[in-house]
C-alpha cells in the first residue's frame, strides 16, 4: 500500500532554515510527480511546491518562491522540501501528497499523515 | 486565476439523510478537471473524486459528484457518524486552486 512518512518539522525561529523530508513506499517514487501542500491552523489547503517525476521541473507557490526548494532523491525514494528564510507565516502543517500523473496534473491522489512546522522567536 | 467559493460553509444534518454541498467556480474549469477532498479531524485530507464525478479507489457509492463549467455539486446520499469532516473542492490540471471547504456536523 501507499505510504507517504514526513519527518523534520520542529520550531524554528524566524529567517532560520529547515528541511522536511518525505519517505516513500509502496509504490515506483520515481514514476510520480510529487508535491507539498501545507495548512495553517484552522485554515484551509494551500498548495506550496511540485516537482516532476525525474526531478526536471520545479514549480512553487507565489508566497514561497524564492525561499523554498523542492527536490527528491529517486534512489532512496525520498522527497524534501529545504525551506530558507522561513517567516512567522510558513507556520502549518506540511504534506507531502503524491501525483497520480507523470507529468504532474495537480492532483493528490495519497497523502501523508503531515507534519508541524511552527516558525516562532 | 480561478476563484472556487463553497457553499454552505457549514451543514449540519442527521445520520441518514442527503448532503449537497456546492463547489462554484469564477470561470468555467477545463476538462472538468474538479477534484473533491474530505479531511476528517486531525488527519491528513483524502481524495474522494476527480474529473468532477469519478470516485477514487475505495471510496464509498454513497459519495457521488455532479456538474459541469462553474458548478459542480459533492453529494453523500445517506450521511454516516464517520462523514463528519471538511470537504474541499479543488480545480487542478495546470495548476492547483482549493475552496475554502464546507464542514459537515452530525446533528
Known amino acids: 500500500q501507499v505510504q507517504l512518512v514526513e519527518s523534520g518539522g520542529g520550531v524554528v525561529q524566524p529567517g532560520r532554515s529547515l528541511r522536511l523530508s518525505c519517505a516513500a513506499s509502496g509504490f515506483t517514487f520515481s514514476e510520480y510527480g510529487m508535491h507539498w501542500v501545507r495548512q495553517a491552523a484552522g485554515k484551509g489547503l494551500e498548495w506550496v511546491s511540485v516537482?516532476?517525476?525525474?526531478?526536471?521541473?520545479?514549480y512553487y507557490g507565489d508566497s514561497v518562491k524564492d525561499r523554498f526548494t523542492i527536490s527528491r532523491d529517486n534512489s532512496r525514494n525520498t522527497l524534501y522540501l529545504h525551506m530558507d528564510s522561513l517567516r512567522v507565516e510558513d507556520t502549518a502543517v506540511y504534506y507531502c501528497?503524491?501525483?497520480?500523473?507523470?507529468?504532474?496534473?495537480?492532483?493528490?491522489?495519497?497523502w501523508g499523515q503531515g507534519i508541524l512546522v511552527t516558525v516562532s522567536s | 486565476e480561478i476563484v472556487l467559493t463553497q457553499s454552505p460553509a457549514t451543514l449540519s444534518l442527521s445520520p441518514g439523510e442527503r448532503a449537497t454541498l456546492s463547489c462554484g467556480a469564477s470561470?468555467?474549469?477545463?476538462?472538468?478537471?474538479l477534484a473533491w477532498y474530505q479531511q476528517r479531524p486531525g488527519l491528513a485530507p483524502r481524495l474522494l473524486i476527480y474529473?468532477?464525478?469519478n470516485r477514487a479507489t475505495g471510496i464509498p457509492d454513497r459519495f457521488s459528484g455532479s456538474g459541469s463549467g462553474t458548478d459542480f455539486t459533492l453529494t453523500i446520499s445517506r450521511l454516516e457518524p464517520e462523514d463528519v469532516a471538511v470537504y474541499y473542492c479543488?480545480?487542478?490540471?495546470?495548476?492547483?486552486?482549493f475552496g475554502p471547504g464546507t464542514k459537515v456536523e452530525i446533528k
Open positions: 479543488q480545480k487542478y490540471g495546470d495548476s492547483s486552486v
Open positions: 516537482i516532476w517525476y525525474d526531478g526536471s521541473r520545479k
Open positions: 474529473g468532477a464525478t
Open positions: 501528497a503524491r501525483d497520480p500523473s507523470l507529468s504532474p496534473m495537480y492532483q493528490f491522489d495519497f
Open positions: 470561470q468555467s474549469v477545463g476538462n472538468n478537471y
